[in-house]
């Protein structure tokens, strides 16, 4: 049975990793942050109880700015395969929140692989470590955008997974190490947090369509993105890390759409009518510096992992809305 240790497991992109790798047997283990309230939303219906047998998911309690909690986790789980979707995502924030997104995003990145090259000088045995890059990194670079594209990122979230980038393969090449760098681009859910603009007019969508509320209030509509499945692209992470040899992949769909785009065909979902009807723009959701469009080359995935997206654009709204309207439902 193989072992796989998920940073970032209680987020949209860790449960559906998480789900993905216990169907195919694994034993999974995820790091978690120490909060006073529950943040395991996302992965409470996986959760098994410590006392029966055969238990094959865990969860422990660790940080990317802790490296004797990492070091600790890793040299007593001794996983064959190190996912590390742990970061502070949110693009916006990142502005607000420099210093903390470079230390868990980018330097968190550096401590983590100083253990896995540590563990295997100690034990000999390959561990071989995924590691969530952004298309946020591409920045203002002419689209479409692929692995031989230069980085120009536009926020400290970008700056934080290029040094991320290049730590990851200045490694595998220094040591060794068997290290991927998946590039994925925009990637949605119903599982997305809810900050984030997809899940933000999904949801407020929701609360208009139950009269709790009248406007969506929105920054920058022109901002063009290459939208796709979240589950989907966890099976481009793990198809990664079953190649013989290690290697940088784009994933996305080859498609852009604008956020006026995504607020159209999910008002025309819901029959709501105009969306200029509900949408103010406020100010403050532009960020400082703007990526203005992101779109996926991913011929090379498609070759090398037999990797394509199945989802189209229309249906992933749909999907998002659908399950925004239930929810709220379910919470009146």
């Not at 470079?102 to 550096?110: D, H, M, P, Q």
């Not at 900050?195 to 407020?204: C, P």
């Not at 406007?215 to 063009?224: E, Q, V």
Request: aromatic share 12%; with cysteine; hydrophobic share 35%.
């Amino acid at each position: 049975m193989k072992k796989a240790l998920i940073t970032g497991i209680t987020g949209q992109d860790g449960s559906y990793l998480a789900e993905l790798l216990l169907d195919k047997g694994y034993e999974i283990h995820g790091i978690i942050r120490r909060s006073s309230t529950f943040n395991t939303s996302r992965i409470n219906h996986l959760y098994q109880d410590p006392h029966v047998n055969n238990k094959k998911f865990f969860l422990h309690y660790g940080d990317m700015t802790d490296a004797i909690a990492l070091r600790k986790i890793i040299f007593n789980v001794q996983p064959d395969e190190v996912y590390n979707l742990a970061a502070q995502s949110h693009v916006r924030v990142s502005f607000d929140l420099p210093e903390y997104t470079i230390e868990v995003a980018g330097v968190g990145v550096l401590r983590l692989l100083e253990i896995i090259k540590d563990y295997q000088a100690h034990t000999g045995k390959q561990v071989k470590i995924y590691q969530a890059s952004s298309s946020e990194m591409f920045g203002n670079a002419p689209p479409p955008q692929n692995e031989n594209t230069p980085f120009h990122p536009r926020s400290p979230y970008g700056c934080a997974k290029v040094l991320a980038y290049h730590l990851v393969v200045n490694y595998r090449e220094a040591y060794e190490i068997f290290a991927v760098n998946g590039i994925l681009f925009n990637h949605e859910s119903p599982r997305r947090g809810e900050s984030f603009v997809t899940r933000k007019i999904t949801r407020g969508i929701a609360r208009i369509k139950a009269g709790l509320d009248k406007k969506l209030y929105m920054g920058n509509l022109d901002a063009c993105r290459d939208w796709g499945y979240a589950p989907e692209y966890m099976e481009a992470a793990w198809l990664m890390l079953q190649q013989e040899e290690p290697n940088n992949y784009v994933i996305g769909t080859g498609e852009t759409h604008s956020v006026k785009d995504f607020l159209e065909a999910a008002f025309k979902h819901t029959g709501l009518g105009n969306w200029e009807n509900y949408v103010e723009i406020d100010p403050y959701y532009y960020r400082p510096s703007e990526v203005e469009n992101l779109v996926a080359d991913t011929r090379k995935a498609k070759e090398k992992l037999g990797w394509e997206p199945k989802t189209k654009f229309d249906d992933l709204v749909k999907i998002m809305v659908d399950s925004d309207i239930e929810l709220l439902k379910k919470e009146i």
